[in-house]
């Protein structure tokens, strides 16, 4: 039997970037990008200035404490305070240890699926909400240098999971006291709650969930697979919700680091 091949035309109206009228919402839509655009902006300066400063990163032992900062985890510059490098060092490294290791959670965040929407749509208005006129008139998607380097995001994923368990050895080091045993303190909470909203940001991640389930032709033969798919896909509809809570709690617990008279 031949087989017939069809087409559909369809043909869009309109210029890009829509009509004159930029949009006939009458609700407040801007309120989403104005608050993404006030988030970001504050998170960077902050976490610019904080990755400069370097110092107030370490509450050591004279505090009978072994608590760093993750802006400043693992630290591994030769010039780390003492008492906060867990063995490697770099010699000869003159600039803050954190300059040393940002790029990496940066840049998970940074390509992260659902930043980029919100970046894309907060700061580029491309566009800035649903039925609201974008603000330009070409579009060449992520198909271009510097876009075309969001693909890299599954390795940053890879990164970010080796940076989440050297974050939860922060985290159970934390439960150290110097010199008076083993215990729990206000900073062995917040490097708890720290980790965990990480892990949680992570195993949500889109890349996460697809390395899990994606390209499988039938879960029968992969039920291990389907087991962690299953696991990761209601985390996966949250991935939002985990994306703004890790990254205000993570400038918070350095926030705790930079204001306590006690760090280091
Ligand atoms: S999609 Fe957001 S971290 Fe991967």
């Given at each position: 039997?031949a087989?017939?091949?069809?087409?559909t035309?369809?043909?869009l109206?309109?210029a890009?970037g829509?009509p004159?009228?930029?949009?006939l919402?009458?609700?407040?839509?801007w309120?989403?990008?104005v608050?993404?655009v006030?988030?970001?902006?504050?998170?960077v300066i902050?976490?610019?200035?904080a990755?400069?400063?370097?110092?107030?990163?370490y509450?050591?032992?004279?505090?009978h404490?072994?608590l760093?900062?993750?802006?400043?985890?693992p630290?591994?510059?030769s010039r780390?305070?003492p008492?906060s490098?867990?063995g490697f060092a770099?010699?000869g490294?003159?600039?803050?240890p954190a300059l040393?290791i940002?790029?990496?959670?940066?840049?998970?965040?940074l390509?992260?699926?659902?930043?980029r929407?919100s970046?894309?749509r907060a700061?580029?208005?491309?566009?800035?909400a649903?039925?609201?006129s974008?603000?330009?008139?070409s579009?060449?998607?992520?198909t271009r240098?510097p876009?075309?380097?969001?693909?890299l995001h599954?390795?940053?994923?890879?990164?970010?999971?080796?940076?989440?368990v050297?974050?939860s050895?922060d985290?159970?080091?934390?439960?150290?006291?110097?010199?008076?045993?083993?215990g729990?303190t206000?900073?062995?909470?917040v490097?708890?709650?720290?980790a965990?909203?990480?892990?949680l940001?992570?195993?949500?991640c889109?890349?996460c969930?697809?390395l899990?389930g994606?390209?499988?032709?039938?879960?029968?033969a992969?039920?291990?697979?389907?087991?962690f798919?299953k696991?990761?896909?209601p985390l996966n509809a949250?991935?939002?919700n985990?994306?703004?809570a890790?990254?205000?709690f993570?400038?918070?617990?350095?926030?705790?680091?930079?204001?306590?008279?006690?760090a280091?």
């Amino acid at each position: 039997m031949a087989v017939v091949e069809s087409s559909t035309n369809v043909v869009l109206g309109g210029a890009r970037g829509g009509p004159d009228v930029a949009t006939l919402r009458k609700d407040r839509w801007w309120l989403q990008p104005v608050v993404t655009v006030s988030v970001l902006t504050a998170f960077v300066i902050y976490s610019t200035w904080a990755a400069f400063q370097n110092k107030n990163y370490y509450v050591g032992a004279l505090l009978h404490r072994d608590l760093i900062s993750p802006f400043y985890s693992p630290c591994l510059s030769s010039r780390c305070v003492p008492g906060s490098t867990s063995g490697f060092a770099i010699h000869g490294w003159t600039l803050s240890p954190a300059l040393l290791i940002l790029i990496f959670p940066l840049g998970f965040r940074l390509t992260c699926y659902y930043y980029r929407r919100s970046y894309y749509r907060a700061f580029w208005w491309s566009p800035p909400a649903c039925a609201v006129s974008d603000a330009h008139a070409s579009y060449s998607g992520e198909t271009r240098f510097p876009l075309i380097m969001q693909n890299l995001h599954r390795y940053f994923f890879y990164a970010g999971l080796v940076f989440n368990v050297l974050l939860s050895y922060d985290a159970i080091r934390a439960f150290r006291q110097p010199g008076l045993g083993w215990g729990v303190t206000v900073g062995t909470l917040v490097l708890c709650a720290n980790a965990v909203l990480l892990w949680l940001y992570s195993l949500s991640c889109h890349a996460c969930r697809h390395l899990c389930g994606g390209q499988v032709k039938s879960f029968k033969a992969h039920p291990l697979r389907y087991r962690f798919w299953k696991f990761l896909t209601p985390l996966n509809a949250k991935h939002m919700n985990f994306a703004w809570a890790s990254l205000v709690f993570v400038a918070l617990t350095d926030v705790s680091f930079a204001w306590s008279p006690r760090a280091h």
